[in-house]
């Protein structure tokens, strides 16, 4: 870094850095096509950062290195948008659509020939106006009530995919730039998962989360919450843009580094919207994030000008909408459900309604908190919401349409399945059958965690075949599950000879194992495959984990005093030192492992500091074999992409992860 600074003076060094970061931030955001690795890019980010703090009168607002400012804002201050930020009218169906062509037709006194179209994904965020003078950002507003918006530059600021500097030549002295926000779609999930666990209310849907996010009075909030932006628009009606037409407009967004949808193209007449709009709804629930419909924009500029507008909407334009993710209807019932752990899931039996194409009548409601938070009550009418492969839910109640016999559902005090007691502990939104293993659903559900791949691998023991066994008496533990004879299973409908030697030839299998198999399989509470690998790890065999106490487990990095707890109370339960004790009799074994040395020794390896993720199957090694590694070369293995990550390991099939 000095050599370059002190060759080329500062001011050469820091803007031929930013230049390349500008350059390699359009490469990954916009393009999806980055030119060098991430720790490249950290290496030159810092060599810039340093640079500015050596030199602080270089710093620029436009530099990559000030995305985030440090202060949050009191209040949001306001800003008029010099073209008022319109809406859209709606089609639902073809013929509402052929109409709005019929009119555009006859309005530009057009009698034949097909108009041309520019068709666009409607995104289903917020929308933001971003003001560029002189080619730099200058601010970014709400649309508010589409003539004056919210102030919310600093957090736009924060979104890695907004230039800061266009790209390019020929900017307007002035340009507005209208785009949607959004969230992708596992990111909301993971904002809502963080949510619950800490008790916070949930977002009902990726926009309102998006939305929260843009309005958050810190903008570091902001930029942790990894928004995004497509653009679709300018807001100046003679563009110093050249285009004359939407397509064209869009191009040039693109080439001034703005990230407009690679959905977006033209077609032509009816015909081409409508194959538009079934090409990108089949694609619907494989996008990350959510669309509710398609947009159609009269191509020329000069013919959307000889349009106009009606009241709010241009007459250019229409969106065709998607069937609805949300919809209207009744609670019929409140059960509830007893998974694995024996928490118990409230579930609402609905009047059947179609959502986004597909019959709903059950929806969760997550957890008894969440069903008081949001009031659920048997008679209610509710919104429910399906999207993507997400399990459908109850966003909120219609309180308005609570009918006066609505019923309250309470927390049972005893298991539906068992019987047994619920408890909810103080300050816990989830409530648990104690049963354990005696509550035939937990069970059912421990013995399929058992059974499962990434835990003991039997193949051949699933669902069916543990619920038949269960019923029957037959399994009422892990341990059980080595005890099964072939002819008992080959007596069962649907059984023969083979298929039951099979089953019992993959149950022996099973026994030559992995600790952290075997840990992971026991299906203490928070301990999934990343914990059960540091603990197996750190304490190589099971006795000594066994016998360690609180302070000696919170003592591992990673886990924290919930878990500790978890992990003694688990080991302190007479019925698992007897089922432990089962199963390896029953020949359950492992390879034994000299306990890893005290992570200090291996602090200073090449790893130390860093934290890894592994996801997917790795090719050359397991990933228990990879974390092994990581670990004694230093590093540390979280089973979370976080903040605090700085290599994400991802072998093939990998997930939401990578
Ligand atoms: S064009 C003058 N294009 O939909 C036309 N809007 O109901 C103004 N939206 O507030 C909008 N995707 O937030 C346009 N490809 C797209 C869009 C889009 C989403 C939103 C936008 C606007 C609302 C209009």
Redesign the pocket.
């Known amino acids: 870094m000095s050599q370059h600074a002190a060759a080329d003076g500062p001011e050469r060094r820091v803007s031929a850095l930013r230049a390349q970061l500008e350059h390699h931030n359009y490469r990954y955001h916009v393009l999806d096509d980055p030119e060098i690795p991430d720790a490249e890019y950290d290496r030159l980010f810092r060599e810039l950062q340093a640079l500015e703090a050596s030199y602080p009168h270089l710093v620029s607002p436009e530099s990559p290195t000030q995305r985030v400012g440090v202060r949050p804002v009191t209040g949001f201050g306001e800003r008029r948008h010099e073209l008022p930020?319109?809406?859209?009218d709606?089609a639902f169906t073809e013929e509402e659509l052929m109409a709005f062509d019929r009119r555009v037709s006859q309005r530009l006194g057009l009698e034949e020939g097909e108009m041309t179209y520019a068709a666009?994904?409607?995104?289903?965020?917020?929308?933001v106006s971003i003001r560029y003078e002189s080619g730099r950002f200058a601010w970014a507003a709400t649309?508010g009530d589409g003539s004056v918006g919210e102030d919310v530059s600093a957090n736009v600021r924060t979104i890695e995919q907004v230039p800061l500097r266009l790209r390019g030549h020929g900017h307007p002295r002035q340009l507005d730039v209208?785009g949607?926000i959004y969230l992708a779609r596992d990111v909301f999930l993971e904002i809502n998962r963080e949510a619950e666990r800490e008790n916070r209310k949930l977002f009902a849907n990726p926009r309102n989360a998006a939305a929260g996010s843009l309005r958050q009075l810190d903008p570091r909030i902001t930029a942790q919450r990894r928004l995004q932006v497509?653009f679709?628009?300018t807001g100046i009606s003679d563009p110093a843009l050249s285009s004359r037409t939407h397509s064209e407009t869009l191009e040039q967004l693109k080439e001034w580094g703005l990230r407009v949808?690679p959905l977006?193209r033209t077609v032509s007449g009816v015909q081409g919207c409508l194959a538009y709009y079934r090409e990108v709804l089949e694609q619907r629930d494989s996008l990350v994030y959510e669309?509710d419909g398609v947009?159609y924009?009269v191509d020329a500029h000069e013919s959307q000008k000889r349009l106009g507008f009606v009241s709010r909407?241009?007459r250019w334009?229409i969106?065709h909408k998607f069937p609805a993710q949300e919809q209207v209807t009744q609670v019929h019932d409140i059960e509830f459900q007893v998974g694995r752990t024996g928490a118990l899931t409230p579930v609402a039996r609905l009047e059947p309604v179609s959502v986004g194409g597909v019959v709903v009548s059950n929806a969760t409601l997550h957890n008894i908190g969440e069903m008081r938070r949001k009031d659920v009550r048997i008679g209610d009418s509710v919104i429910i919401r399906r999207a993507g492969d997400v399990i459908p839910e109850i966003v909120s109640v219609i309180p308005e349409r609570r009918p006066a016999q609505a019923c309250v559902v309470e927390l049972p005090e005893a298991c539906p399945v068992c019987q047994s007691a619920v408890s909810q502990p103080e300050g816990e939104a989830i409530a648990r059958c104690t049963g354990g293993l005696v509550c035939p659903a937990q069970l059912k559900e421990s013995l399929r965690h058992f059974a499962s791949r990434r835990a003991m691998d039997i193949q051949g023991l699933g669902e069916r075949i543990i619920d038949t066994l269960v019923t029957m008496g037959a399994l009422g533990s892990p341990a059980d599950i080595y005890l099964l004879k072939p002819d008992k299973l080959a007596g069962l409908e649907g059984w023969g000879e083979k298929s039951a030697g099979n089953l019992v030839a993959s149950i022996e299998a099973s026994k030559a194992t992995t600790l952290a198999r075997f840990l992971h399989a026991l299906g203490v509470r928070g301990v999934g495959e990343t914990t059960a690998q540091t603990l197996a790890v750190h304490f190589g065999d099971l006795d000594s984990l066994m016998d360690a106490s609180v302070e000696e487990l919170q003592a591992i990095s990673d886990i924290g005093p919930v878990i500790a707890a978890h992990i003694r109370a688990f080991f302190d339960e007479e019925h698992n030192q007897d089922i432990i004790r089962r199963l390896r009799e029953a020949g359950i074994h492992w390879p034994v492992s000299i306990p890893q040395a005290p992570t200090q020794d291996a602090s200073d390896g090449p790893f130390s500091g860093k934290t890894f993720v592994l996801t997917g199957t790795l090719k050359s090694m397991t990933r228990e074999q990879a974390s092994q590694l990581i670990q004694n070369a230093g590093g540390k293995v979280s089973g979370t992409v976080s903040g605090k990550t700085d290599f994400l390991v991802a072998g093939e099939k990998a997930g939401s992860k990578l």
């Open positions: 930020m319109l809406s859209l709606n666009e994904p409607k995104l289903d965020g917020v929308a649309r209208r949607e497509f679709y628009g949808s977006a669309i947009v924009k909407a241009p334009a969106a």
